[in-house]
Each structure stands twice: as C-alpha cells, then as structure tokens.
C-alpha cells in the first residue's frame, strides 16, 4: 500500500508576463489576455494491491484526488460546510478545480489461463502538472484474457471509452476496440502469429462514425550457424480505415523483411527493408523504407550503436 502526497506551487514572481490578443476582438483599446499564469496543486492519492491463493489472484487500485489551481493570484473562496483546517491546506481560489480518479485492476491466473478486467475514471475537472498529457472526462471499462495449450496461445481483449460524463458537452465520443491475436511457436522451427484489430469511434450529436480494421501476420526463425546466432523475421499488415465521408477512406497494405546476427564478440548487426502500399480515393502512395544498424559492447557496460534509415 503506498499514500501520495504532492503539493507544488509556482512563484509569481518568477514568470515574466506574458500576453496575447484576444482572437476577433475589434475593440481599438485591443483587450488582451494572459497565457501563462502561476498554478498550484494540491494532490492526495492510495495506491494498493493485494495478491491471493499464491499470486492466483491480484488485484490493484488506485485513488487520487486533485485541486488544481490556474492562477494562485486570484482570490481565495473558503469552501463550506468543511472544517477550517481544510481552508488552511488548500487555500482554494476562484480559479481552483477539484475532481477525483480512480483505477480497479483485478486478474485471475489459473491453469494457464489469464483472465484479467480493468475500470478506470478520470474525472471532468481532474488536472495535474504532474502528468500533463493525462486525459480527462474519460471513462473506460478493459478486459481480456490469454491461454496457452504447449506450442498453441491464444489471446483476446475488448475495449470500451467514452468521454462528456456529466453531459457538460454538447457530444459523447465514444471508442470501441477488439482484439483477437493466436500465435504457435514450435521448438526448432518457424513461429507463426496471427491478429486482427478492429476498433469504432462514434459521436452521434456530429454523426460521425470512424472504423479501422488491421490484419496481421508474422513469422521468424532463429538458428546457429558457423558459431553465429541468425534470426531471419517478416511482418505483413492489412489495415482498412473508412468514415462517414468518405474523405480519407483508405486501405494500406505493408510488407517487411528483418535480419540479424549476433557473433561470438559483443557485436550485433541488422538489416531490414520493407514496402508499404496506401490507396486513397484519389492517389496510391508508396514507401520504400532500408535498415541497417550494428550495436557494440565495450568495457561490459558500455554500449554503442549505430544506425542508418533510408526511406523513399
């Protein structure tokens, strides 16, 4: 069990200011408006995971808590009905936001089989420097399992988002992903593995409706020869995107060849080359692309590479 407590504020006086035009403003006196401003935040979360019946089932959760304010300039609004202790640690402001999220990771290993589930929330006003690129208002509900029969596997997993859960917005995107992978990998010869992943991306209020389906397949083979380890492996992909419009509909195909060795001395070399095919309503591109890369070892731990990539 882990507790995480983060607090981090910026000195105003630290950042020069900065202002820009306030876009369409036909106002002579030409308002403006500010970009960056100092912020503050305030996070509490709990981490946990528990693990049952010999590692067979574990589950993991997480809870995090956030105030997030834009500006630590603006005025402070004591919250009601909270104790004045509560006041004294936030010091919340007009321009302050507090939301939640929250994770519950359960999976169940018995036999071979995995079987695993995953929901997790972050809500509309849940904001952090901390990960800056996290996505908000988002919802979304995993689960997926694995089985393995000797040289036979199998693995599958469904994918459910959405966003807009306070009905704020005036629409819901919604996204919806499969996956279906089989893979069979034999002693001594070839491996083979074969996936297919379809998703659907909705909004009802735009009535748009964007579907990918991408077909995969690859082999390889590794064997020893003159004291030197060889692996030779391909990759083909069939991938079929259409929307609505019928604007950027298009089907890419791709085909790509890898081979490498590895000698007695640290020393590692590859070479790849492959070809992809995309056809659009209006024009076929296509791309050639050439690998080539050595990767070296000195001193045990001291690692060098280099590499060339040529793409036409």
């Avoid at 995107?241 to 509909?249: Q, R, T, V």
């Avoid at 050639?288 to 590499?307: C, E, H, P, V």
């Amino acid at each position: 069990i882990h507790f995480t407590i983060l607090k981090a504020k910026d000195n105003p006086n630290s950042i020069p200011p900065y202002t820009l035009p306030v876009p369409r403003d036909t106002n002579s006196l030409m308002d403006t408006v500010e970009v960056i401003t100092p912020e503050e935040n305030f996070l509490v979360g709990i981490e946990l995971k528990i693990s049952l019946f010999k590692d067979k089932f574990n589950l993991e959760s997480e809870v995090v808590g956030s105030q997030f304010t834009r500006d630590v300039r603006s005025s402070e609004i004591p919250l009601k009905n909270f104790p004045d202790f509560v006041n004294k640690i936030l010091h919340p402001r007009m321009s302050s936001s507090y939301d939640y999220a929250y994770s519950i990771k359960p999976s169940l290993n018995i036999s071979g089989t995995n079987i695993y589930g995953s929901v997790k929330m972050i809500g509309p006003g849940f904001s952090t420097p901390g990960n800056p690129y996290l996505r908000n208002d988002n919802m979304v509900y995993e689960f997926g399992g694995s089985r393995s029969f000797g040289i036979f596997s199998f693995s599958t997993s469904f994918l459910r988002e959405h966003n807009n859960l306070l009905n704020f917005k005036n629409s819901t995107t919604s996204l919806t992903s499969y996956n279906i992978s089989i893979s069979l990998t034999p002693r001594k010869l070839p491996y083979f593995q074969i996936s297919y992943n379809p998703y659907i991306q909705k909004n009802k209020n735009l009535n748009t409706e964007n579907t990918s389906r991408t077909f995969s397949l690859s082999s390889g083979f590794s064997f020893s020869y003159l004291g030197v380890e060889h692996s030779l492996s391909i990759f083909s992909s069939y991938q079929n995107y259409k929307e609505k419009s019928n604007i950027n509909n298009y089907t890419s195909k791709s085909l790509s060849l890898m081979y490498s060795t590895r000698f007695k001395i640290p020393l590692s070399t590859s070479i790849g080359a492959g070809i992809t095919k995309t056809i659009y309503k209006e024009e076929t591109l296509n791309l050639l692309s050439l690998d080539l890369s050595a990767y070296y070892t000195i001193f045990k731990n001291w690692s060098n590479t280099l590499g060339f990539n040529i793409l036409e």
